[in-house]
């Protein structure tokens, strides 16, 4: 394996990835879903049968981007209005911030893949879809441990029976979710486009529907705690947030798409939270054609990854390097811009199918938390600790007051 951590070689590795960029082997759970009778679906998917997937679930989640804000808005407002309820009395309040950042993960994506219905589902099943996040977050890392052992002993490796327990229940879960969902045609969820076109057998859509919400929950709400936790030690990042929104939305409280794009600080602090606080730390290809790098010439078919935690952390591009400074992200410097277009979410044709989706659903929640709580913590060093994604070594807990109290 060869590990590269300079920005250019990015380009490099673009132009050696080939028409069908290919990834490490996830054999824990391609064995899983051989075992199984399982197709693998587009997460563990290659050549054409990749590309064929990934054109199929991309198209609907497009679509359903444009459409989906103002949905996004009411439950976000919800998720917070809950978490007022909930954890303040006479509008202060401490309170970990994972069970609603991953409320949130849950029904956010949960209603784009089952439509907007889900989420009264997802009260009366509260607990199965706690257990879904719970297990899908727990096999990240086993997932870890399983990846790192050869492939003739993994059957023996304790973490294997745990992982495909937890994997026969998401898949479980998810048909019937399917069952449940599959006769609201109602908002265009990503499940009614697929069962009307077709495109996708019924157990390709088991698969790829499990994978993507896998795929999501633990991602956005881990990078929604980092957020939370960086603007919590940084008090003055919330009052711009809030100051370049009113300028922007002029007297509106509901948001368009657009708005959304015009918010540059605020997609700032995404980008710095993703800087320091990766979900993952790699990102690999085997490559198809040679690569030359520094002089030496990689073969084809080498593991080659790139480092997006030491990259993001270069002091050249980024002065300071575990400071978080938003405002470095707004910068006509393309070097660094071109890093948010192609670290965080991944690159080339492969990059992450759900960033759009992602970006917007996390935006949101980070403007609609400023604009509700003022929020501070007393935990001033927290540390990263490597399940797979990156995840803070303690429960990030953050002192709150309302802020129509502090107005
Ligand atoms: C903070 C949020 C997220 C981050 C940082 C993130 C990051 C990534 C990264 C780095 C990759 C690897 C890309 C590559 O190999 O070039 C990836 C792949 C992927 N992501 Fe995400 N992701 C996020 C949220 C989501 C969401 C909400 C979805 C739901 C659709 C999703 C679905 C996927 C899928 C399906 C792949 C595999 C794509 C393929 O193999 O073609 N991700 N993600």
């Known amino acids: 394996m060869v590990f590269l951590f300079e920005a250019d070689d990015v380009e490099k590795l673009k132009a050696a990835e080939g028409r069908y960029p290919q990834h490490v082997d996830f054999k824990h759970l391609r064995r899983h879903r051989e075992d199984q009778g399982y197709p693998k679906g587009l997460l563990i998917s290659n050549d054409n049968e990749w590309l064929c997937q990934r054109k199929i679930l991309s198209n609907p989640l497009m679509l359903k981007i444009g459409h989906q804000i103002k949905h996004l808005e009411e439950l976000t407002l919800k998720t917070l209005a809950n978490a007022v309820e909930d954890y303040t009395v006479n509008g202060f309040g401490t309170f970990e911030v994972e069970p609603i950042t991953r409320d949130f993960a849950i029904n956010a994506f949960g209603s784009v893949l089952y439509g907007n219905s889900f989420e009264s589902t997802f009260t009366q099943n509260g607990k199965t879809m706690q257990e879904f996040a719970e297990k899908a977050k727990n096999n990240f890392d086993d997932a870890k441990k399983l990846l790192m052992t050869p492939e003739c002993i993994m059957k023996m490796h304790p973490a294997w029976k745990r992982h495909n327990n937890r994997w026969n229940?998401?898949?479980?879960?998810?048909?019937?979710?399917?069952?449940?969902?599959?006769?609201?045609?109602?908002?265009?969820?990503?499940?009614?486009?697929?069962?009307?076109?077709?495109?996708l057998n019924d157990k390709e859509i088991y698969i790829n529907l499990t994978d993507l919400l896998v795929a999501s929950i633990d991602t956005t709400n881990t990078t929604l705690q980092w957020c939370l936790y960086e603007l919590a030690c940084h008090p003055a990042a919330q009052d711009t947030i809030i100051s370049e929104a009113e300028m922007i939305l002029e007297g509106r409280s509901s948001l368009e798409k657009t708005d959304l794009d015009k918010l540059e600080f605020l997609s700032a602090v995404l980008w710095e939270t993703l800087r320091l606080h990766r979900v993952g730390f790699f990102t690999s290809r085997i490559i198809k054609d040679c690569m030359e790098v520094k002089g030496i010439m990689i073969p084809p078919q080498t593991n080659v990854a790139i480092s997006m935690y030491v990259m993001a952390r270069n002091s050249v591009l980024f002065p300071n390097p575990d400071k978080f400074v938003p405002e470095r992200w707004m910068t006509d410097n393309?070097?660094?811009?071109?890093?948010?277009?192609?670290?965080?979410?991944?690159?080339?044709?492969?990059?992450?199918?759900?960033?759009?989706?992602?970006?917007?659903?996390?935006?949101?929640?980070?403007?609609?938390?400023c604009q509700q709580f003022e929020f501070s913590t007393d935990d001033a060093e927290m540390d990263q600790v490597v399940k797979l994604l990156l995840t803070p070594s303690r429960p990030v807990k953050i002192n709150t007051v309302l802020r129509h109290l502090t107005d």
Not at 184 to 196: A, E, F
Not at 337 to 366: T, Y
């Open 334 to 369: 393309a070097k660094i811009k071109k890093l948010n277009r192609d670290v965080f979410f991944g690159f080339g044709p492969r990059m992450c199918l759900g960033k759009k989706m992602a970006e917007m659903e996390m935006k949101l929640f980070i403007l609609k938390f």
């Open 169 to 199: 229940f998401l898949l479980k879960t998810t048909m019937d979710m399917i069952e449940r969902h599959s006769n609201d045609t109602s908002d265009c969820s990503i499940l009614s486009h697929l069962l009307q076109n077709r495109k």
